[in-house]
């Protein structure tokens, strides 16, 4: 990040969080982690990718691009959730 691309600046008092104790800290507001939450959990490992030549649409891939980087891995991500809906 540089400084053109972050025009605002942050709120947060940086320097009291850095001189704050750990046990100063106010978990109230998240979640116990519990045995049971870990039995839910789906550990999903990084397939490795395959590459392809592939015919888009000239807006479908300006609409990604336009997004920034990274449009190649949001292409993916549609076409995976498509995936996922439609397979019983």
Request: no cysteine; hydrophobic share 35%; glycine share 4%.
């Amino acid at each position: 990040m540089n400084k053109e691309s972050t025009p605002k600046k942050s709120g947060t008092d940086w320097k009291r969080l850095q001189r704050m104790k750990d046990t100063e800290i106010d978990f109230t507001d998240i979640p116990q982690i519990d045995k049971a939450m870990f039995k839910k959990m789906v550990i999903r490992m990084p397939v490795k990718k395959a590459a392809l030549s592939l015919r888009l649409d000239p807006r479908v891939i300006e609409w990604f691009k336009g997004q920034g980087p990274g449009y190649q891995t949001r292409i993916n991500a549609v076409l995976q959730s498509y995936v996922e809906a439609h397979t019983h």
